[in-house]
Structures are given as C-alpha cells and as structure tokens.
C-alpha cells in the first residue's frame, strides 16, 4: 500500500533460495533459523514465489495452523495418505515442502512435524522447517532422527537469517524519518535490525522514542499498548481496553 515501505534484502534473499534450492537437490532438510522479528517469514515466503516463477513446485503450511494428528490431517485431505499427497506433487526441478511456525513442535507438533517431512523426503521433496533460534537445535534434533529412517541420510542443514545490516537500516530509517532517531542513538539501534518489531512499533501508533526502546521487553510492552489496549483509550462501541487484552491471551490459549 501507499504508507508500506519494502525491503529488498537482496543478499538474505538469495542465500536463502540457494539454501531452499540445496535441500530439494538432496531431498533432505534445512532449518531455516533466526532472532524473532527478523523477516524469516517473509523472506521464505518471497523465496517461493521467486522459486514457483521458475517451475518450482513448493507446498507450504504454517505449523501452528495444522491442529490434531496425521490421521486428521489425512481426514481433511479427503483420506488421502500423507505418501499418496506428496508421490503426487507435480515434478519439477525444484521441490519442496515449505513449513512456518516450527517452533511449535515444542508445544506438542512433533510428532505431526516429523511424519510430514518424512513422507515428503521419501518422494523427493526438501524440507524447509522455519523456526525462530531458541527452536532450532530441538528441530534439528527431530530432523536428524527423521531421516535417519530414509533410504539415504542426507544431511541436516541449517540457515540462519541475520538482522538487518547497518546499511539496511539506514535505509529504512530514510523511508520513514521517525527511525532517525532510533539509527542514531547506539542503544536502541538494534531495534532496526529488526523489521517485524519495527513494524509492531510503528502500528502501536506510539511516539517513537529511542529511551523507550532499549530493550526487546519494553517494544514489546509499548505493542501491547498501543495495538491492544490503545493506550487505556475506550472507543465508542468497542470492548474495553482491560477486556481486549484478556482476549488477545485467551485466544491463544484456546488453540
């Protein structure tokens, strides 16, 4: 839209594809890692279309969205085995199965995670497991125990999505004038390194203020504020601010 501002990252985006493009030649894993905030998502999510524009054949899920076990995943594809959806994946040079949200197999996913991409290496596929870093060393671990059920044991590789350079965000601070003085002031510099905290900043509708934003605690705190409880404002016909948030928790939860 007319106020977005999009970032290239030209560099991350191609080491990532080279990355994407490894594990389907060795129809094994890569795990996909980074800080939270980071642009993981995006960048895999641009990454495959990138891929699909060239012949590419990419299935992507989020984890977190896939509820219940195989044979309910099965039920919703219509009975269909897990082997029997990926054996009839469309060939291509360049195969994939594509999943966001890996983190969740440490609340429960394993075991939903480990059978999908084992049923999709065993007909060719790469995994892309994307995961932020405090879930990557248990996602690998999974991985490893997974494909050393297949026929070949390819490796479990990992890639690592870095933070904005410094150039990056000199960048983005000249798109939007109210980083100046977030670039310029050393202590809350890292937030730029950050696009998806930026952007939760930014939507919180909150003064950016460098003192404010020292820590990933208080940007978070100042998000919650501001797109939550609208800093205590109460609304004409709204819920209450208080009654909000204890929705946002409780949704979550329910999950």
Request: hydrophobic share 45%; net charge negative.
């Amino acid at each position: 839209g007319p106020d977005s501002v999009h970032l290239e990252r030209e560099d991350a985006a191609h080491s990532l594809r080279q990355a994407m493009e490894a594990a389907s030649s060795a129809g094994g894993p890569v795990v996909v890692t980074g800080e939270p905030d980071v642009g993981k998502s995006a960048l895999v999510l641009a990454a495959c279309d990138s891929l699909r524009h060239d012949g590419a054949v990419a299935v992507c899920l989020s984890l977190r969205d896939v509820r219940g076990t195989v044979l309910d995943l099965e039920g919703l594809l219509g009975g269909t085995t897990l082997t029997q959806f990926f054996a009839g994946a469309p060939t291509g040079a360049v195969r994939l199965l594509v999943m966001d949200g890996c983190e969740a197999v440490l609340e429960g996913q394993e075991p939903l995670f480990a059978e999908l991409s084992g049923a999709a290496m065993r007909q060719g596929l790469g995994v892309v497991a994307v995961t932020r870093s405090d879930g990557a060393r248990f996602l690998e671990n999974v991985l490893q125990r997974v494909v050393t059920t297949l026929d070949d044991t390819p490796n479990v590789e990992t890639h690592a999505v870095a933070e904005l350079a410094q150039g990056e965000r000199e960048s983005l601070a000249t798109s939007i004038p109210p980083l100046g003085r977030v670039l310029a002031d050393p202590k809350s510099n890292w937030l730029l390194g950050r696009p998806g905290l930026v952007d939760a900043v930014l939507r919180s509708g909150l003064p950016v203020v460098p003192d404010a934003l020292l820590r990933e605690a208080a940007v978070y705190s100042a998000a919650w504020n501001g797109l939550i409880l609208r800093g205590g404002a109460q609304l004409a016909g709204a819920a209450a601010p208080a009654d909000g948030g204890a929705s946002a928790v409780a949704v979550p939860r329910r999950r």
